[in-house]
Structures are given as structure tokens and as C-alpha cells.
């Protein structure tokens, strides 16, 4: 089925200890996103990358690092984590960035379930 | 900057009822509009659009209306059903702006109860 595919979706770690969340995507979409969902924040964005090649800062980046690998995979690292990234991580593609066009409609994953203790 | 904001809930209804959750923009330019929602243990996805002022979306008895005057994009059912329980955000998608001209609002718990 064609999407976004996130790994793992549930992940359990101790602070401190570093993990890499990997996101794949086969529609061939320009623009991919990490985001964070948290009770009574909404979606927060972490990091986007526009193009392959390219990323960029979101609202809350500290603490994470991004690369995206190729036109299919953007992957979320996590160096040293601490409790306060305990959170459910979306991955989310779209064909272009920057446009008000409505075909440039995001498509999510179905979500990293993180517990930091 | 751009921002969207809507009811946060959460919004507690019976199976039938007339629903309607408010969002309100602020946006340079002419944004596309859009109505997301999150099903329990899933993620986002796409639950109708509008790209113009006046265009209406419409999916699964959800209808929505693109109004500049007001820049508002409210979501309406007639009549809902147990399963429209989830979490419904407002987004919009703008050139220029900040992270990359797509902008949520936090999401409205909506809760419907047989």
C-alpha cells in the first residue's frame, strides 16, 4: 500500500540512550516532516526537509537530529533522550513545499510511540 | 506569522446530534484550508479541503466552507455517529510563512456518546 512508513512504533528507552526513527515514503513526494504530538499541545514540528538535500528547524528541534537519506527516507534521531521527549512521533510527506495549492495535501505515518524513563 | 485557531474540547455529544467545530485563520495571501482527523491509535489524515473563498469541502456527511470575509472554516455534520469519535484539527497551507507555510491548530477532542 502506498504511504508513509514509520519504525518502530513503539520504543521504550532509558535517558540517556540514543535511537534513530526511520520514515519512508513511495509516492514520491519532495517535502517530508517530523512531528510531535503531546496531550493539549497539538502537533508540534521538529524538523522538515523540502527537498532532498535540504532540512530545516521547526518549532521544537533541541535535542534531535535529521537526515534525509535519499527522496524516500527522512529519519529522526534522538542523541542522548530524556524524559521530556517521551511523546507519539508523526512522520508526514507532501508532493511540494511552500504552496497553497490544494493537491499539496500531507499524508502522515501512523505514528512512533517513545517512552524515555 | 499565520495561525489557526479552533475549539480545543473536548466536545461531548449524542449519537444524532448536530455538530459544529469553529476554526479561524489569519494568513497572508490566500491559503488552501483543510479539516484533518486522527481515529484512535492512528495517525492524521486528509478529511476535506478548500483552495478559494467560497469553496466547500465535503467528505463522509462533513461539510465545510471557505469564508474570507470572516476567514473562518467551520466543520459541520447533521447528524453524528458514534464512530465520528477522534480528534480533529483545522490546518492551513500558505506561501510563504513560517515551517514551510503549513500552519495546525491544537485539535478538538470530539466525543459521541450512544
Known amino acids: 500500500n502506498a504511504g508513509v512508513t514509520q519504525t518502530p512504533k513503539f520504543q521504550v528507552l532509558k535517558t540517556g540512550q540514543s535511537m534513530t526513527l526511520q520514515c519512508a515514503q513511495d509516492m514520491n513526494h519532495n517535502s517530508m516532516y517530523w512531528y510531535r504530538q503531546d496531550p493539549g499541545m497539538g502537533l508540534r514540528l521538529i524538523y522538515y526537509s523540502a527537498s532532498e538535500g535540504t532540512t530545516d528547524k521547526g518549532e521544537v528541534p533541541n535535542g534531535y537530529n535529521v537526515s534525509r537519506l535519499n527522496k524516500r527516507e527522512f529519519s529522526l534521531r534522538l542523541e542522548s533522550a530524556a524524559p521530556s521527549q517521551t511523546s507519539v512521533y508523526f512522520c508526514a510527506s507532501r508532493p511540494r513545499t511552500g504552496t497553497n495549492s490544494g493537491a499539496n495535501v500531507l499524508t502522515f505515518g501512523a505514528g512512533s510511540r517513545l517512552t524515555v524513563l | 506569522g499565520n495561525s489557526v485557531t479552533q475549539m480545543e474540547g473536548p466536545v461531548t455529544l449524542s449519537e444524532e446530534a448536530f455538530l459544529t467545530i469553529n476554526c479561524t485563520y489569519t494568513?497572508?495571501?490566500?491559503?488552501?484550508l483543510f479539516w484533518y482527523v486522527q481515529y484512535p491509535g492512528e495517525g492524521l489524515q486528509l478529511l476535506l479541503k478548500a483552495t478559494k473563498a467560497d469553496d466547500k469541502g465535503s467528505n463522509k456527511g462533513f461539510e465545510a466552507t471557505y469564508r474570507k470575509e470572516t476567514t473562518s472554516f467551520h466543520l459541520e455534520k447533521g447528524s453524528v455517529q458514534v464512530s465520528d469519535s477522534a480528534v480533529y484539527f483545522c490546518a492551513l497551507s500558505a506561501t510563504g510563512g513560517g515551517a514551510d507555510g503549513l500552519t495546525f491548530g491544537k485539535g478538538t477532542h470530539l466525543i459521541i456518546q450512544p
Open positions: 494568513a497572508t495571501g490566500y491559503p488552501s
